[in-house]
């Protein structure tokens, strides 16, 4: 499918672009961090293309907007090192620095990443295509996290800083860091998601090796500085290039003791596997979903339309939280369709940058192809593409394409789109969807729209043991950052929410002893001469 008039002015000369928009120049990342320093790489690199086009003569063609290191095993493996050095069996600076120390270094980080907002804004447009209204959400959702992140560690430490006594044994109890963490977001939130794990990782004591996804390398450059000046050596180190060559030898080393990875369950297998002990590796996995939709008969439709249209297609679909299958009643599937089409026809298709943009182009090399044989394939089953230019694809941009009615035996009913397809399926009896949500191998969450508080209660009640978040009268969606993420099935291991990743990087470690006359006045005088960091009731202000 060819791109309609429409679209033809979407990619003009770069010279239009606004000054404010405009990249320096090429961005050419040429260090990378480790051990304290950031080292220079003159070794191969990878080109970095954008979604955004640019006419040639020869057509549309990705921007190059610079490029950053392949480092190959041995750069991994002297990452693998420094962050070794830096945890120490447990006893280096970091693991053992007090955590009111281990904060100022957290929040000092925070304040210099805020000075580099713009910066690292201008090239989450450019390097993966989102708007720049939620460049800047993700920007500032990312810095509030670290300081809610902050709040939470002293919560924790003033609830750990007592001691208790049981069955004559008296003891703290306080939870404590695990090792090497490496931590791999994904490209669609390459600042916010990999920060969710890297932060809390970071906040309980761990070192850390951080892989930026492929497509979202250089918007973390303007912040390598920031990681070194703010952390001593060795606690944040990076590592970049193909993920076979730097990840496979560190998982293979068997000296990582965490994997943050969100991505795919096929990579995030293949990684766990090749721990040569897989059962001292923790793991803490955000992977696939196909949350659906179910519209119910009684559904009040604008609210259910506008919530559909946002779940399914903010930042063009690209969001594991995304809605990707639309279950309908029958009795008013048309006028649902009617106002669905309506409202992504009135979706503005622009550059990041342009003012009201709201579907932009995608990053991904072979996702358009990938999303026109998915619409194909529906259509050969007996789909429509309901609104005006769905599926049209001019260059990286892909139009919204409506298919209805989507039924299970095409393949847009059980892959995850991950873009701008809206599947919406028809159904008579809501055991229907039901039954597609307990048969889909994802369970991360659902939406229901409806207002009869019997119906609607009871489906809660259905679907709260398949997925881990029932949204009613709402789309889909991780925030507010308070709020457990996770899901079931092959859609997360571990979960994670402002004070659960605090969790999920640490472990319940105890001081215990008989509690004797003689044992106590031990514990007494290590507390109160201050001879210890662990054994200690020091109140966190
Ligand atoms: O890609 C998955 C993100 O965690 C979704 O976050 O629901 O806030 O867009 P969001």
């Known amino acids: 499918m060819t791109g309609s008039e429409r679209f033809q002015r979407l990619f003009p000369n770069l010279e239009v672009v606004p000054p404010e928009h405009r990249l320096p120049g090429l961005?050419?990342?040429?260090?990378?961090?480790?051990?304290?320093?950031?080292?220079?790489?003159?070794?191969?690199?990878?080109?970095?293309?954008?979604?955004v086009c640019v006419p040639?003569?020869?057509?549309?063609?990705?921007?190059?907007?610079g490029s950053y290191p392949r480092l190959g095993a041995e750069q991994a493996l002297a990452a693998l090192a420094a962050a070794g050095a830096a945890w120490d069996h447990?006893?280096?600076?970091?693991?053992?620095?007090?955590?009111?120390?281990?904060?100022?270094?957290?929040?000092?980080?925070?304040?210099?990443?805020?000075?580099?907002?713009?910066?690292?804004?201008?090239?989450?447009?450019?390097?993966?295509?989102?708007?720049?209204?939620?460049?800047?959400?993700?920007?500032?959702?990312?810095?509030?996290?670290?300081?809610?992140?902050?709040?939470?560690?002293?919560?924790?430490?003033?609830?750990?800083?007592?001691?208790?006594?049981?069955?004559?044994?008296?003891?703290?109890?306080?939870?404590?860091?695990?090792?090497?963490?490496?931590?791999?977001?994904?490209?669609?939130?390459?600042?916010?998601?990999?920060?969710?794990t890297l932060i809390p990782a970071l906040v309980m004591g761990n070192p850390v090796i951080f892989k930026p996804p492929k497509l979202g390398v250089l918007l973390h450059?303007?912040?390598?500085?920031?990681?070194?000046?703010?952390?001593?050596?060795?606690?944040?180190?990076?590592?970049?290039?193909?993920?076979?060559?730097?990840?496979g030898p560190l998982m293979a080393s068997g000296r990582l003791d965490?994997?943050?990875?969100?991505?795919?369950?096929?990579?995030?297998?293949?990684?766990?596997?090749?721990?040569?002990?897989?059962?001292?590796?923790?793991?803490?996995?955000?992977?696939?979903?196909?949350?659906?939709?179910?519209?119910?008969?009684?559904?009040?439709?604008?609210?259910?339309?506008?919530?559909?249209?946002?779940?399914?297609?903010?930042?063009?679909?690209?969001?594991?939280?995304?809605?990707?299958?639309?279950?309908?009643?029958?009795?008013?599937?048309?006028?649902f369709n009617r106002r669905l089409v309506a409202a992504v026809d009135a979706l503005r298709p622009g550059l990041p940058w342009d003012p009201g943009a709201q579907v932009t182009p995608l990053p991904e090399t072979g996702k358009p192809q990938y999303l026109a044989?998915?619409?194909?394939?529906?259509?050969?089953?007996?789909?429509?593409?309901?609104?005006?230019?769905?599926?049209?694809?001019?260059?990286?941009?892909?139009?919204?394409?409506?298919?209805?009615?989507?039924?299970?035996?095409?393949r847009v009913f059980h892959e995850e789109q991950f873009g701008p397809v809206v599947p919406v399926v028809p159904y008579d009896d809501v055991e229907e969807p039901v039954r597609a949500i307990m048969e889909s191998p994802y369970g991360q969450q659902a939406s229901l729209f409806g207002r009869d508080p019997e119906s609607v209660g009871r489906l809660v009640d259905r679907l709260v043991n398949q997925v881990c978040r029932v949204n009613v009268n709402a789309q889909c969606q991780r925030g507010p950052d308070a709020f457990p993420f996770t899901g079931r099935k092959d859609s997360a291991e571990g979960t994670l929410s402002v004070s659960d990743a605090l969790r999920v990087f640490s472990i319940r470690t105890l001081a215990a002893t008989r509690a004797t006359g003689a044992n106590k006045e031990l514990f007494s005088r290590i507390v109160r001469e201050g001879r210890g960091t662990f054994l200690s009731t020091d109140w966190l202000f």
């Open 373 to 410: 044989d998915l619409v194909a394939d529906a259509r050969a089953r007996g789909a429509q593409v309901l609104n005006p230019d769905g599926g049209a694809v001019h260059g990286t941009y892909v139009h919204p394409a409506v298919l209805y009615p989507a039924a299970p035996g095409m």
């Open 221 to 247: 450059s303007p912040l390598l500085e920031d990681f070194r000046d703010a952390f001593p050596p060795g606690v944040v180190n990076t590592v970049y290039g193909d993920g076979e060559t730097v990840v």
């Open 258 to 335: 965490v994997l943050a990875f969100i991505g795919t369950s096929r990579v995030a297998d293949l990684l766990r596997r090749q721990h040569p002990q897989p059962h001292r590796l923790r793991c803490v996995l955000g992977l696939e979903a196909k949350n659906a939709a179910i519209v119910l008969p009684d559904a009040d439709l604008d609210e259910a339309v506008a919530e559909c249209v946002a779940g399914a297609l903010s930042f063009n679909g690209q969001r594991c939280t995304a809605l990707k299958l639309i279950f309908v009643h029958r009795s008013l599937a048309a006028e």
């Open 56 to 65: 040639s003569h020869a057509g549309l063609k990705q921007a190059v907007i």
């Open 90 to 196: 447990g006893g280096g600076l970091w693991p053992t620095m007090p955590v009111r120390r281990r904060l100022e270094h957290v929040e000092d980080f925070a304040a210099r990443m805020a000075r580099r907002r713009d910066e690292v804004v201008r090239l989450i447009m450019w390097e993966i295509g989102k708007t720049l209204p939620d460049a800047r959400k993700e920007f500032d959702r990312t810095v509030a996290y670290i300081h809610d992140t902050v709040a939470a560690m002293k919560e924790l430490d003033r609830a750990s800083s007592r001691f208790e006594q049981n069955e004559g044994i008296v003891g703290q109890i306080r939870r404590s860091p695990l090792g090497v963490v490496l931590c791999m977001g994904p490209f669609n939130y390459p600042l916010n998601e990999t920060f969710t």
């Open 27 to 51: 961005v050419e990342q040429s260090t990378w961090l480790c051990g304290g320093e950031l080292l220079r790489w003159e070794g191969a690199i990878q080109r970095v293309l954008s979604p």
